[in-house]
């Protein structure tokens, strides 16, 4: 896995499945967009889930497997488009 990256399962317990947030030092969460497949490294792109950006950091959590999820601090976070 990459620098910075980390594997996450931190999840609210209700229905939507929101991603756990550090809102202890001031958290929020700024956007949601479902359906984000995301490929790392040379692996297989994972099934479909959703994307949260919050206001420190992006984080991933599969719709298929409950346990499974990533997060990335803005300071270690770039982007490439294609």
Do not use: C, N, Q
Request: charged fraction near 25%; glycine fraction near 10%.
């Amino acid at each position: 896995m990459g620098l910075g990256l980390l594997h996450f399962d931190g999840r609210v317990i209700d229905d939507d499945g929101r991603p756990l947030l550090e809102s202890d030092d001031g958290e929020e969460l700024m956007h949601v967009e479902p359906g984000i497949a995301v490929t790392l490294d040379s692996r297989p792109t994972e099934s479909p889930g959703t994307l949260y950006v919050t206001s420190r950091r992006v984080i991933w959590l599969s719709d298929a497997d409950k346990g499974k999820g990533y997060a990335v601090d803005f300071l270690s976070l770039s982007l490439h488009t294609v």
